[in-house]
Antibody, heavy 114, light 111 residues
Framework: EVQLVESGGGLVQPGGSLRLSCAAS????????MHWVRQAPGKGLVWVSR????????NYADSVQGRFTISRDNAKNTLYLQMNSLRAEDTAIYYC???????WGQGTLVTVSS | QSVLTQPPSVSGAPGQRITLSCTGG?????????VHWYQQLPGTAPKLLIFGNRNRPSGVPDRFSGSKSGASASLAISGLQAEDEADYYC???????????FGTGTKVTVL
């Protein structure tokens, strides 16, 4: 059974940092590009970032470029998202996803508020 | 500010056929990039409904069908059922943004 389990969300003050993790199982994690997608409360889906299977290439949405860093540990089948300089508009549910195969996690909520 | 535009809402009676549109541009759908469709039930993660413009993953009923023409794509739902009430999103790749893009989303209501 395919599972993507995100963790690390929570309440953080503006300007703060948070690191999300996504533990993958049930598919060959190390051969697929992986993505982070977010959804603000009551809003639509927004692609955030992606990382190549071997971690050698990354891309970011303009809204997070320079503040967020995506990474992965294929030995641990885990995807990460380091989020710095957080803003109120970063408040959202963050999903990790294997978009090619259509696998999504259940999401983890990040709330940026003072 | 999504680059893929969808109607905010579409409704239909049980058993009816409805069509959801997804309009892009020359740097995404019109450039030949594939369109994928997701269904999101309230409080749950998105579920892949259509991949590669018209292909259904195993387990997705054949009531759902996708098509693409030019810079637009469509999702048709035939034999509408109450369980189809959900938000639907299209998704593609945009070369000018060097990233993936989702549509604005359509809320389907079964009357």
């Amino acid at each position: 059974e395919v599972q993507l389990v995100e963790s690390g969300g929570g309440l953080v003050q503006p300007g703060g940092s948070l690191r999300l993790s996504c533990a993958a199982s049930g598919f060959s994690f190390s051969i697929y590009w992986m993505h982070w997608v977010r959804q603000a409360p009551g809003k639509g889906l927004v692609w955030v970032s992606r990382i190549k299977s071997d971690g050698s290439s990354t891309n970011y949405a303009d809204s997070v470029q320079g503040r967020f860093t995506i990474s992965r540990d294929n030995a641990k089948n885990t995807l990460y998202l380091q989020m710095n300089s957080l803003r109120a508009e970063d408040t959202a549910i963050y999903y990790c996803a294997n978009l090619l195969q259509g696998y999504w996690g259940q999401g983890t909520l990040v709330t940026v508020s003072s | 500010q999504s680059v893929l535009t969808q109607p905010p809402s579409v409704s239909g009676a049980p058993g009816q056929r409805i069509t959801l549109s997804c309009t892009g541009g020359s740097s995404n759908i019109g450039a030949g990039y594939d369109v994928h469709w997701y269904q999101q039930l309230p409080g749950t993660a998105p579920k892949l409904l259509i991949f590669g413009n018209r292909n259904r993953p195993s387990g997705v009923p054949d009531r759902f069908s996708g098509s693409k023409s030019g810079a637009s794509a469509s999702l048709a739902i035939s034999g509408l059922q109450a369980e189809d009430e959900a938000d639907y999103y299209c998704q593609s790749y945009d070369s000018s943004l060097s990233g993936y893009v989702f549509g604005t989303g359509t809320k389907v209501t079964v009357l």
